[in-house]
Nanobody, 119 residues
Framework: QVQLVESGGGLVQPGGSLRLSCAAS????????MGWYRQAPGKQRELVAI?????IYADSVKGRFSNSRDNAKNTVYLQMNSLKPEDTADYYC???????????????WGQGTQVTVSS
């Protein structure tokens, strides 16, 4: 089994910062990519940032968000600065993982953490 556990969401004022964390655990052989998606009420889930060999960001967060990985801890962090009300959403951790004895990479998701940007 593989689990992704997120932490760090909450309520923040516009212009503020938050850091999300996501730790993967279980029978992990390798992780080829880790990152974040988000889903606002009434909208589709969208990519925020993902790191594999390089890091890709949504245009809406470039220059404000930073995605980083600690491979030794199987953990990914999303540092969010200059937050805007339109960043309000549920944020989901994503990882593409090959399990021990698994053979193939599969997609795994965290349970989601809520981020609310409001004054």
């Amino acid at each position: 089994q593989v689990q992704l556990v997120e932490s760090g969401g909450g309520l923040v004022q516009p212009g503020g910062s938050l850091r999300l964390s996501c730790a993967a655990s279980g029978s992990i052989f390798s992780i080829s990519a880790m990152g974040w998606y988000r889903q606002a009420p009434g909208k589709q889930r969208e990519l925020v940032a993902i790191s594999g060999g390089s890091t890709i960001y949504a245009d809406s967060v470039k220059g404000r968000f930073s995605n980083s990985r600690d491979n030794a801890k199987n953990t990914v962090y999303l540092q969010m600065n200059s937050l805007k009300p339109e960043d309000t959403a549920d944020y989901y951790c994503y990882a593409r993982i090959v399990r021990v004895h698994g053979g193939y990479a599969n997609n795994y998701w965290g349970q989601g953490t809520q981020v609310t940007v409001s004054s």
